[in-house]
């Protein structure tokens, strides 16, 4: 098979095995220019990386002969971001166990994790949950519809947005308290602090937020 994520994972291998070892053994194979190689004694496992993984042919679990010793060397996974295979699901109905959870979103793909959020203190659902799949492809399986009827309860999935992409909630709600000080209803009346827009825009409460 083609080898198109320019890495290898190779197993097995023993302490003499040091970088410059394994960089010139795959050199010799004809795979190309091997860019770097990252060596875990610890785990007895190394990472070779190659230029162009147009000149690299490998089929899985391949096996080779290294100072004496037999490893084998197989096409590593490439990463996929966690926030491409996992989904939010909302509007759960507050009887539902994570096994019922599990059991509906498993049809659409293998699953990592799913879980139903509960309370810290009354141990109660929270009315939300996500799921993590192994391949996006199943997360966008999921996605194309936007609500699905899980335990006879229409529920909304939508896609995980990372951390890093989320403005603050502090932020938001400083914010908020500005523009409501600054604008009036009758001097602004397309902004609109009621609950359901607030939720639409994926804050919280507006009795929370901003203390009513």
């Not at 990472?47 to 060397?73: C, H, W």
């Not at 507050?94 to 959020?117: L, M, P, Q």
Request: hydrophobic content about 40%; charged content about 25%; aromatic content about 10%.
């Amino acid at each position: 098979m083609e080898f198109t994520n320019t890495k290898l994972v190779i197993n097995r291998i023993s302490t003499e095995m040091d970088e410059r070892i394994l960089r010139r053994h795959f050199n010799a194979y004809g795979y190309g220019e091997v860019k770097h190689v990252i060596v875990y004694f610890n785990k007895a496992i190394a990472f070779v990386t190659f230029v162009d993984p147009s000149k690299t042919q490998i089929t899985p679990q391949q096996q080779y002969i290294i100072l004496g010793r037999k490893v084998e060397a197989r096409p590593a996974k490439p990463k996929v971001e966690i926030g491409k295979r996992k989904i939010f699901v909302g509007g759960l109905p507050r009887s539902i166990t994570n096994e019922e959870f599990k059991r509906y979103f498993e049809k659409f793909g293998s699953i990592v994790d799913a879980v139903v959020i509960h309370d810290k203190k009354t141990k109660r659902s929270r009315g939300f949950g996500f799921v993590t799949y192994e391949a996006k492809e199943s997360a966008n399986l999921v996605l194309r519809t936007h609500f699905h009827l899980s335990n006879n309860k229409r529920v909304e999935v939508k896609k995980v947005t990372p951390r890093q992409e989320m403005v603050p909630t502090g932020f938001l709600i400083i914010t908020i308290h500005i523009i409501k000080h600054i604008f009036t209803p009758s001097g602004c009346p397309f902004l609109d602090f009621t609950e359901p827009h607030l939720e639409i825009f994926g804050m919280i409460p507006p009795s929370t937020a901003l203390g009513h």
